[in-house]
């Protein structure tokens, strides 16, 4: 079964650039999830689609933080702009049951601000 | 609100050592609690537990809740170096969001 596919893994911008990231969760997965993980720290979760709606997006920052997930399936999340505090690892998320269970992360992508 | 908070935040063993790690959660609504093994990638599943008293084992790891002091143990005996990573806590809670503690990052010496 193939896993939770996230890119790109490693990205370098300056401040007040922006940035895209694409995550394609397990296929058959409703809920898909993006958290951020800021070094020594666990993640935080920022937005959560149920199939291509949002159940949660309360710790989004909407003035530069956006996500979408058209068709339900993959996913975008855009930082526009950028600043230094944005720097974190990126994971996305998804799984079969919605608000329980595992939930199955992929590798990360990896956001440096400079 | 609702928090998630592990300890300690680092340790430093060495092999064949006994861990314990400790996870107390404050989750309005809770459902379940899950351990995740974190190395430098995506954190990998451990256990899931939701009920209390039921010792789940894997190996050398396991696990048990306490739902009415409202934490949970995670032990791992005999470590192994491959066993240095970030040990994640998180749990179900209200909002249906999965919440993260800081994790703990075990080191095993040789």
């Known amino acids: 079964e193939a896993g939770v596919a996230q890119s790109p893994r490693y990205k370098i911008i300056e401040k007040r650039q922006s940035v895209a990231f694409w995550c394609n969760p397990i296929?058959?997965?409703?809920?898909l999830y993006w958290y951020q993980q800021i070094l020594g720290q666990g993640p935080k979760l920022l937005i959560q689609?149920?199939?291509?709606?949002?159940?949660?997006d309360s710790q989004l920052p909407k003035d530069r933080f956006s996500a979408e997930r058209l068709k339900g399936v993959d996913s975008t999340l855009k930082i526009q702009p950028a600043k230094l505090e944005d720097s974190a690892v990126y994971l996305c998320?998804?799984?079969?049951?919605f608000g329980h269970g595992e939930l199955f992360f992929g590798e990360g992508s990896r956001l440096t601000v400079l | 609100e609702d928090k998630v908070v592990q300890s300690p935040l680092s340790l430093v063993v060495h092999e064949g050592d006994t861990v314990t790690l400790n996870c107390s959660y404050e989750?309005?609504?809770?459902?379940?609690l899950l351990w995740y093994k974190q190395e430098k990638k995506a954190p990998t599943f451990l256990f899931m537990l939701?009920?209390?008293?039921i010792e789940k084992k894997s190996g050398r790891l396991s696990s048990i809740l306490d739902k009415k002091e409202l934490f949970s143990i995670l032990n791992i005996t005999a470590t192994q170096t491959g066993d240095s990573a970030v040990y994640l806590c998180?749990?179900?809670?209200?909002?249906?969001?999965?919440?993260f503690g800081a994790g703990t990052r075990l080191t095993v010496k040789p």
């Open positions: 998320a998804s799984s079969l049951a």
């Open positions: 296929s058959g997965h409703a809920t």
């Open positions: 689609f149920q199939n291509n709606g949002v159940v949660d």
């Open positions: 989750v309005t609504n809770f459902r379940s």
């Open positions: 939701t009920s209390s008293g």
């Open positions: 998180a749990a179900w809670g209200n909002n249906n969001d999965m919440r």
